[in-house]
C-alpha cells in the first residue's frame, strides 16, 4: 500500500510564491519519476512538470523560468517551488509517481490534489 499525500496550497496573490509537497510512504522499493499536473475549473489536468530518476525534468513552457521541481529521495518526496505566480495559475495541484513497490509491482499513484489560487 503506497500513500501520496500533499502540503503547501493555498491563497497568494500574483507574483507571491508557493511551495508545495508531496511525500509518499509505505510500500516503496524504488521511484522511477515524480511529477506535477494541475487541473483549473472547465479544464483538462495538464502537466506541469516531470522528473525522472534518470535526470530528465520537463516543464511545460507557462511555468518554465517560474516553477522548479526538487526532490529529497530519502524522504520519497517532491516539492514544486513556484514564484512570480499568475491568476492563470489558479489551479488543483496533483503530484503524480511512478514507483515500484517491495513487492516489485510498477504502478503510478496519485496525491489527492490540493488547491492553489492566486488573486490578481
Known amino acids: 500500500q503506497v500513500q501520496l499525500v500533499e502540503s503547501g496550497g493555498g491563497l497568494v496573490q500574483a507574483g507571491g510564491s508557493l511551495r508545495l509537497s508531496c511525500a509518499a510512504s509505505g510500500s516503496i522499493l524504488t521511484i522511477n519519476s515524480m511529477g506535477w499536473y494541475r487541473q483549473a475549473p472547465g479544464k483538462q489536468r495538464e502537466l506541469v512538470v516531470v522528473?525522472?530518476?534518470?535526470?530528465?525534468?520537463n516543464y511545460v513552457d507557462s511555468v518554465k523560468g517560474r516553477f522548479t521541481i526538487s526532490r529529497d529521495n530519502a524522504k520519497n518526496t517532491v516539492y514544486l517551488q513556484m514564484n512570480s505566480l499568475k491568476p492563470e495559475d489558479t489551479a488543483v495541484y496533483y503530484c503524480?509517481?511512478?514507483?515500484?513497490?517491495?513487492?516489485?509491482?510498477?504502478?503510478?499513484?496519485w496525491g489527492q490534489g490540493i488547491q492553489v489560487t492566486v488573486s490578481s
Open positions: 522528473t525522472t530518476s534518470g535526470g530528465i525534468t
Open positions: 503524480k509517481m511512478e514507483l515500484v513497490s517491495t513487492y516489485w509491482a510498477q504502478d503510478t499513484y
